[in-house]
């Protein structure tokens, strides 16, 4: 049987390399401390589960839903985003509910992408926000991560050598693997950067309420005057709300672009099931207790993290968003590339992390550090690194250095 043309594009998935060696460490009795998928491990807040549970077997509640999102989710997600950035938007034409931000980002590359697009994506970058148009028969041309003034440079550099011009144009703040977080100011130069190239803009905004400086909140694109003439922006309950497993996330912005995802949205699903959709109207429409209490929750974890880390020697940027710590890896190990270290992390201190290759060839001198457990493991995280570190003299003769594997 031949290969198929899609999964010819895709490379061999990183992080699935790590996630064998876990499982082998844990099928031999390893205690694994996880710090790699960003994988929330708080419970979704109490009156959102009550209102799934209250919903679940009424009349109708098993049926297909709406593929856009039932009509109160959508005006929900719409008030949102007026009380939080003030931006007032059509829940008819202008917001779609989708199965989290990954598969509403997916779908939106299927909707606009032709086969030979150029799309400009950061690199580093979450992996759906190139690959997503690479399964849609793109090209990817890579633009520096962090929003400072280098970033226009690189990307009028990138249009100036791409044939075809490209389409597309994506961004992430605060940024997933790297925690980077950009201003209202980079956003008015990116809506002017966009319009002056014809450029169709994707703002991925899945860590909105993950901040821990209450007075700088990380503002939305949308924000922009005459940003929604040419852009859309992605937010997910899976992080504010700690509702990963729900899969409920959002499409918002330009109505041409979302008519183009609702189209294709509408061929494939038909929408997340109905109960889930009234709990997520719940967790938009309610109380702001739990987001405040999440915030603090990622605080605390990351000052201990911070701290743990390099008392153990391993020194830690602190970030100012996200659930993440985007952390080089110690000189002493680079050679190895983020792959082998993150594979040794595993084995030699049952410690897990994401490889920095994962997020694109400039993330290979790092490694994505997750929030994901308490403060007591994390402390026992650092104590199993430092014992690593201080014996790695002795252990580590036999690798290979990924200078000398590449020859």
């Known amino acids: 049987m031949p290969d198929f043309y899609r999964i010819k594009r895709l490379p061999p998935y990183v ?168 201003s209202l100011d980079f956003y008015r130069d990116l809506v002017a950067f966009a319009k002056k190239h014809e450029l169709i803009l994707l703002s991925d905004l899945a860590y909105s309420e993950v901040y821990f400086d209450e007075s700088n909140p990380p503002p939305s694109i949308l ?52 109960p889930v959709q009234v709990a997520a109207t719940a967790a938009l429409n309610g109380p702001d207790e739990c987001i405040r209490e999440m915030r603090a929750t990622y605080k605390r974890r990351r000052d201990v993290m911070v701290y743990s880390f390099a008392k153990a020697g391993w020194t830690v940027p602190v970030p100012t968003a996200s659930m993440f710590a985007w952390v080089q890896i110690p000189e002493k190990f680079r050679s190895l590339g983020s792959l082998e270290f993150s594979k040794l992390l595993v084995e030699k201190a049952d410690v897990a992390v994401a490889p920095g290759i994962g997020f694109g060839e400039h993330g290979d001198d790092y490694v994505r550090i997750a929030l994901v457990e308490n403060e007591q493991r994390i402390r026992q995280a650092a104590r199993n690194i430092r014992k690593f570190f201080d014996n790695a003299d002795q252990t580590l003769h036999n690798v290979v250095p990924r200078s000398a594997r590449t020859k």
């Not at 939080?84 to 606009?112: C, H, W, Y």
């Open 223 to 274: 924000q922009v005057p005459g940003a929604i003439d040419v852009a859309v922006e992605f937010t997910s309950m899976s992080k504010t709300f700690s509702m990963a497993g729900w899969r409920i996330g959002f499409a918002v912005g330009n109505e041409r672009l979302l008519a183009a995802l609702a189209r294709v949205k509408s061929y494939l699903d038909y929408g997340a099931f109905t």
């Open 15 to 182: 992080f699935e390399q790590v996630n064998r060696i876990k499982a082998a460490a844990r099928a031999n009795g390893a205690d694994i401390i996880d710090l790699g998928m960003g994988n929330p491990d708080l419970q979704a807040p109490q009156h959102v589960i009550d209102k799934l549970v209250e919903t679940v077997g009424k009349p109708r509640t098993d049926r297909y839903s709406a593929s856009k999102g039932i009509g109160g989710l959508r005006r929900a997600q719409a008030g949102y985003y007026e009380r939080r950035f003030g931006v007032k938007l059509n829940p008819d034409t202008q917001v779609v509910a989708t199965l989290g931000s990954k598969e509403g980002f997916a779908n939106m590359a299927q909707a606009i992408t032709e086969p030979g697009d150029v799309i400009l994506v950061p690199n580093p970058s979450y992996p759906i926000h190139a690959f997503g148009f690479l399964m849609a028969g793109g090209v990817i041309r890579s633009v520096p991560a962090e929003p400072t003034p280098e970033f226009f440079v690189a990307a009028e550099r990138a249009v100036a050598h791409s044939i075809p011009k490209p389409v597309a144009l994506v961004v992430c703040y605060p940024s997933n693997p790297t925690a980077y977080v950009a």
